[in-house]
Every structure is written in C-alpha cells, then in structure tokens.
C-alpha cells in the first residue's frame, strides 16, 4: 500500500515564513550578546560573527518572499539547530562556574568546532545560485563556508596553562606528606581566579554555589574522579577565600593560649578548644559539627568526617544526612584535597591533630584489619559475611584508584588483581547465583556492581562463565534494588566491547525490554541505559531489532520519560533509524506523538538530547525529501 509521507512531516516542521522569522530571531539574540563569558572568549567571539553574517542573509531572503528550492530549505532548517546550539552553548558558558569551565575548556572548545562544522556542512547544500540576494551576501556566504571547512580546533593557550596551574595544586593537596602549600601558591591561584572573574566575597559565593550545583548533577553520572575534581575545586576556592580576605585581618592568638589549647586538643578534643579557634565552617564535619581528622566523599557528593559517616551508615542509614539523597554506593572516597587543607590550617595554629586509630564499634573486626583501618578503610554497613568483607575491601580500593596519585593507583590496581587471584570472585559469582537467600545474592550483585567500575575487573568477572548469566537472572528474581545492581554491573561490563555480545546472546535484551514496562520494578532508566550501551554491537542490534514493542516504548519515553531516560530513547531510535533506515523512520513517522516528542526534545532537553533529537529530525527529513 503506497503511503503519504511528506504531508505527516511538513507538520512537524516550521513551514518557509515561520522559519525564516525564528532564524532572524535567534540569530538577532546571539548578535546582540555584548558581556562574553569569561572563558572561550575567542571562540565566543568568533561564533558571534559568523551568526551576524548568517543574519544578514536570513533578512535578506525574507525580504525576497521569493519560492525556495527544496535543498535550501532542509539547509536553513539545519542552520536553525545549529544557531540554536551556538546560543546554549554560549548561555552554559555565562551561566555555569567558570572555575569547571576553565577545567573543561579543551571538552568546550571541541564543541565549538564542532559546531562551525556542522555550520559549514549545512552551508555546502544551500543553491546560492538559485537564491535572489545580492551578489555581496553570495560572495561573503561562501567564503563563510570555505573558512567552516578549514577552520581548526582552537584552544586558548592562556586558558590551558591556567587549568594545567591548578591541576598541578589539586595534585600537591592530594599528596599527603606535602603540609604546607605556601604564600606563593595561593597568590597564584587568586591571580588566576581574578582572570575568570572571581575578584569579590560574592563572586566567590556565587562561584563555589555553581560548584555544588555542579557537584550534585554529577554525583551518580559523572563519576566518582569527577565529583572528586569539583571537590578538591570547591576546597581549594573555600581557601582561597579565607586567606584573600580574613589572613590580614585575622586576630592575633598569643602564643601561651594557642600551645594551651594545642595541648587541650590533642588529650581531649573538647568542642570548647576547636571554637576557640574559630574553625572554618568549610572545616567542620557536618555530623558532629567538629574539625574534621579524615574526611571523605560520599555518593551524593558531600563530605563527613569518616568515623561519624560511617556511625551514620552502620545504624542503618543508606542516605546522605545533608540532602536526603540516596546513596547509591557506601563507597567513603578519601577527600585528599580537604584533608590537606585542614593540616595546613591546623599548623598556622599550632594544633596538632592525632591521627584515628580507632574505630567505631563493630567496625575494628581483626587485628590482620588494623592496616587497613589506619589508611582509612570505606566502610560498608557491618557484617560479618565474607562478601561483605570484599566488598569493603574493593569500593575501599576503588576510591583510591579514583581519587589517588599515580602510585597509589597503581598499587590499588595491583591490590585488586590479588584479590581476584585468591578466588574471591569465585566465591562471590557462587553466592550470585546459589545464595540462600535473596539478600545474600543481592549482595554479590553490588559487590560484582563495585568490582565492574576497575577496568580489570570488567575482563575478570566477563570471562567468567557463570557471571552474567547469574546477574540476568536476578533482573527476573531480585527486588528492585537487586535488578538496579544487576543492570547497572551488566552496564559497566558491557562498557568492555568484548563483554558486549555475551550480555547480547545472553538473553538480558528481551528481559530489560520487558522492564521498560514493567511500573513496579522501577529501573527505566537502568535498562535503558544497558539497551543504549548494547546497540553498539552486531549480536545486541540484532536482538533490539526483533522487539516489535520497542518503538512505540521509546516514542512513550521521549514524552514521559526522566531526562537521562529521554537521552537513551533518542539514542536507540537514531541507532535503529541509521541502520534498519527506512523501515524504522516510516514506523516514527507513522506514529503521530514521535514528531512533537521529538521537536520538544529538541527545544528543552538536555544538551546531549537536544543534540540526538536534531540528529534524527534531519535524519527523517531527509528521508521524506528522498521518498
């Protein structure tokens, strides 16, 4: 049966005068920016110009109200997304911490060339021939386009000496032998600041306020050494600020009081001789409100003095006690940067703090654990299981290889081999599949989820026959919790190419499709993201593609779906789009929410979804124009 398919897609695109009004628009906002961020100033700059230009011939079409040749349109169509990514992108530079945007200028300025790019290659199919404009406007767009081909990736090299300045800080905070940081360093690090627009008490507010936001978006998605820069940023500006604006002004503790109290410190820890002090607030843990001796980094990105977090933890708190938020891993990270700040605070005056060798109860289990102990073991809820055991020991060890220097990753990676050589994952891969009960194989699967994160582990527990099998089969048995560990271990192994066809033919598609529907089990997410990873290999597209059920589930999820669920949706459609091709683009384009799913995604999604959702707009535009 012959259908009509271009009517259904003009809808779901702005018809010529409706177009031309929103591209003179956008463009006209990104010309009149005239307060540039901070960072990417060149290509900001740049960017801006090259939209003028593009302004000027928008206006100049219009004013035609000539017919436009078919390839014209499809090119100002492509401009429209272009243009709209420019200006989110300049609004993200302007608008997010210029501290984080500093760290990322190469990823930032990537994307900006990227974006000239695609401008250039919309530009190659726009008929300048068949346009009515001025012999001017022809003869300046196409050298536009000639200079979108050639330009080159720019990164300001000001902006990388800068960033490579305070990599080289944070690093010197993470050495732990190294006390004092010195005048010198911090004159530096205020020189920098006052580059990127950080001069007053509010501007460092405002600064550290962007960080956090920054922080919590991560936490979870960006990974524990990501959440771990922007800590080690947020401790360091917090310094900053103290020493900028309290140092000359700080009253003067005489000598006989501050050994007094040094002393009253180190026998009785009372609160009295901390506020004697004035500790920053930055400082405190804020369980106990006391300086913190050890702090570490929890899941949701704050931090807590170790010994009262982990209290916290093992009465049976699986939440962040400062937000509320679920812990999504009791992995303690060792916040390296703060903890060195907080010896170089305590040596300015003169407090000397004892180091913890104790533990909480229920915690200290063994004297062969007292090693450990003293290099500041993460604690896991308290159990005498062996699995628990290992599991203290690996997120223990992946904190380190997070958060360490070289050498103290190396040895964790060396650690964890051993661990996998003395049959521990043996014995964890048999209590997976053969626990007694489900709590116990619910505790193999996070412990297998804390081991997927190392690289070696990925090979190791791959290769095992018995692995993934036994986490597909708890994405049918376990609670939602287990099915979340089995999905998210699944995705970190299959983060491995080799691993990716083995969860493919291993039967886990059809099951995390039957997920996608499944209300009670509550991981749409997790699925989707597994779905999303396994696209990217023969055996897995194979299998996604006899789902006859999966495509309107993922036209559904652009609607309903959470952020992160949109952005795995637009991903699998654009996969089996450019590869099934017409028959999944007529299926879209057959069902009526697909086109207005996909156009609101494309106006307010995330940058990742709004970038994916203007890939497949084109991709069936293009489509219909060829049909």
């Not at 979108?148 to 090299?157: D, M, N």
């Amino acid at each position: 049966m012959d259908m009509t398919l271009p009517p259904l897609v003009s809808s779901g695109f702005l018809p010529v005068g409706s177009l031309l009004e929103s591209l003179i628009h956008i463009s006209n906002e990104v010309a009149s920016i005239e307060k540039f961020p901070v960072v990417q100033v060149k290509n900001v700059s740049m960017m801006i110009r090259r939209v003028k230009l593009l302004s000027s011939l928008f206006q100049e079409i219009q004013e035609t109200n000539a017919p436009l040749p078919p390839s014209s349109i499809l090119c100002l169509t492509e401009l429209f997304s272009v243009i709209r990514r420019v200006k989110l992108l300049i609004d993200g530079c302007k608008e997010g911490s210029a501290l984080w945007n500093l760290m990322q200028t190469d990823l930032l300025s990537n994307q900006y060339h990227v974006t000239v790019k695609e401008m250039g290659s919309a530009l190659d199919i726009l008929p300048l021939s068949l346009l009515k404009i001025t012999i001017d406007t022809k003869e300046q767009v196409e050298l536009l386009r000639k200079q979108a081909k050639r330009v080159e990736l720019f990164v300001e090299p000001g902006e990388i000496q800068r960033r490579e300045e305070l990599f080289l800080m944070m690093g010197s905070y993470r050495d732990r032998n190294k006390r004092n940081t010195g005048l010198d360093d911090f004159n530096r690090v205020k020189e920098i600041l006052i580059s990127i627009g950080v001069r007053s008490p509010l501007d460092f507010e405002e600064e550290i306020s962007k960080l956090e936001a920054e922080a919590e978006k991560q936490a979870g998605t960006g990974g524990l050494i990501v959440v771990s820069n922007i800590n080690n940023l947020m401790s360091l500006i917090s310094l900053s600020k103290s020493m900028i604006f309290s140092r000359e002004n700080k009253e003067k503790i005489p000598e006989d009081l501050k050994q007094s109290s040094a002393s009253n410190w180190q026998h009785e820890h009372s609160s009295s001789s901390q506020s004697s002090f004035n500790i920053p607030d930055e400082y405190r843990c804020p369980i106990s409100l006391d300086l913190m001796r050890d702090p570490v980094i929890v899941a949701s990105g704050h931090t807590y003095d170790r010994n009262s977090i982990a209290q916290w933890i093992n009465t049976g708190h699986h939440t962040c006690p400062k937000s509320g938020q679920r812990l999504i891993h009791m992995a303690l990270i060792p916040n390296y940067a703060l903890k060195s700040l907080i010896h170089q605070w305590c040596e300015e005056n003169n407090i000397t703090i004892r180091e913890s060798t104790s533990s909480p109860p229920d915690l200290d289990r063994s004297s062969g654990k007292r090693e450990l102990q003293d290099k500041a073991v993460d604690h896991i809820s308290a159990t005498k299981t062996a699995s628990d055991a290992v599991k203290m020991t690996a997120e223990f060890l992946v904190g380190k290889l997070a958060t360490g220097s070289p050498d103290i990753q190396r040895q964790a990676a060396y650690e964890l081999r051993l661990l996998a050589k003395t049959g521990s994952l043996d014995s964890i891969i048999h209590v997976l599949l053969s626990g007694k009960t489900m709590e116990a194989r619910e505790n193999a699967a996070a412990t297998i989820f804390s081991l997927s994160m190392v690289d070696d582990y990925k090979v190791l527990i791959g290769g095992h026959p018995k692995a993934i099998p036994a986490l597909v089969e708890l994405l049918i048995d376990g609670t939602t919790a287990g099915k979340r560990d089995a999905a998210t271990a699944l995705f970190n192994l299959a983060v491995y190419n080799i691993n990716k066809s083995c969860v493919a033919v291993s039967g886990a598609i059809p099951l995390l499709i039957e997920l996608l529907m499944d209300d009670k089990a509550g991981i749409t997410d997790d699925a989707l993201a597994v779905l999303a990873l396994l696209l990217g290999c023969s055996e897995g597209l194979e299998e996604i593609k006899k789902s006859r059920v999966l495509v309107p589930l993922l036209i559904d999820l652009l609607r309903y779906g959470s952020p992160k669920g949109k952005e795995n949706s637009i991903t699998l459609l654009l996969g089996l789009c450019k590869d099934s091709g017409e028959e999944v683009a007529r299926r879209l384009l057959m069902n009526p929410r697909s086109i207005p799913s996909l156009q609101s995604l494309a106006a307010d999604g995330s940058l990742k979804a709004r970038r994916k959702a203007d890939a497949l707009l084109r991709l069936l535009n293009r489509c219909c124009f060829q049909s």
